[in-house]
């Protein structure tokens, strides 16, 4: 049974930096792309990054490029969101997700990830 489990929210100040951590485990996770969401109350979910399943290759939605950097370590079965410079809009709960398909880069289209973490809380204060 494939679980995803987040770390790292909290509550900080806009300009400030918070890294999130989300640990799978039940599948070969050097296979499988991997992919941080988030949802704010009242909004639709949005797409945040994406990574391949090697680290070698990460997409980013166009409101946090150059603010997030998106990373993983296979051997820890770990994906990593590092923010930075963070805004009261990215006030959100953040979930990881992890690709359906074995080497396939489903980017920002949430129907093709089959898992996804129970979420944590982020929260920027002005």
């Known amino acids: 049974q494939v679980q995803l489990v987040e770390s790292g929210g909290g509550l900080v100040q806009a300009g400030g930096s918070l890294r999130l951590s989300c640990t799978a485990s039940?599948?070969?996770?050097?296979?499988?792309?991997m992919a941080w969401f988030r949802q704010a109350p009242g909004k639709e979910r949005e797409f945040v990054a994406h990574?391949?399943?090697?680290?070698?290759?990460?997409y980013y939605a166009d409101s946090v490029k150059g603010r997030f950097t998106v990373s993983r370590d296979n051997a820890k079965n770990t994906v990593y969101l590092q923010m930075n410079s963070l805004k009261p809009e990215d006030t959100a709960v953040y979930s990881c997700?992890?690709?359906?398909?074995?080497?396939?880069?489903?980017?920002?289209?949430?129907?093709?990830?089959?898992?996804w973490g129970q979420g944590t809380q982020v929260t920027v204060s002005s």
């Open positions: 997700a992890i690709d359906a398909l074995p080497y396939y880069l489903a980017y920002g289209t949430p129907q093709m990830y089959d898992h």
């Open positions: 039940g599948r070969t996770f050097s296979n499988y792309a």
């Open positions: 990574i391949n399943w090697s680290g070698g290759s990460a």
